[in-house]
């Protein structure tokens, strides 16, 4: 005799025996879901539905005559609305779709004009710099008794 619902054993773990009864609990919940929805349908169908039909039935043919009363003015509005909201939009989307690319040229090429700008200007500075050591460097050798200049020269020599 074989059951519906899935052996427990010792072994186990609690979470495991619970996801076994996930799709039986999903297919109940489905089916309850559709019988609550079919419900609802049928309530408010047979409270709003017949007795507004009957109300709303002489509004109805009075509402489709006054549509019919104001085409013209409804085409006339569609067609101002073309013309002056969405021609003007659709003219600016495509110019600037087509000056994307020259956009982003022009944008990585500030970028890149930067970067070199800034690492040439720290270069600069960098060897001004250098320079300003050894002019310094110069200036306190020709301040350097000749007896100190010559016993460099020796240690260099050697």
Not at 17 to 30: D, G, M, R, T
Not at 38 to 48: D, E, K, N, Y
């Amino acid at each position: 005799m074989t059951s519906s619902t899935p052996s427990t054993s010792s072994t186990q773990a609690p979470i495991s025996i619970f996801i076994q009864y996930i799709p039986v609990l999903a297919n109940h919940s489905a089916k309850l879901a559709r019988f609550l929805f079919r419900l609802a349908s049928s309530v408010t169908q047979a409270t709003f539905l017949y007795p507004s039909a009957l109300v709303l039935s002489p509004l109805a043919v009075l509402l489709s005559i006054s549509l019919y009363i104001l085409a013209p003015v409804t085409v006339f509005i569609q067609t101002l609305h073309n013309l002056l909201v969405l021609t003007p939009y659709h003219v600016v989307t495509y110019l600037l779709e087509a000056i994307y690319p020259v956009y982003v040229f022009c944008g990585v090429a500030c970028i890149t004009g930067a970067i070199v700008g800034i690492l040439a200007r720290q270069i600069v500075l960098y060897l001004i710099e250098l320079g300003r050591l050894d002019e310094a460097g110069r200036h306190s050798q020709e301040e350097q008794s000749p007896e100190l200049v010559a016993e460099k020269v020796e240690w260099e020599a050697a």
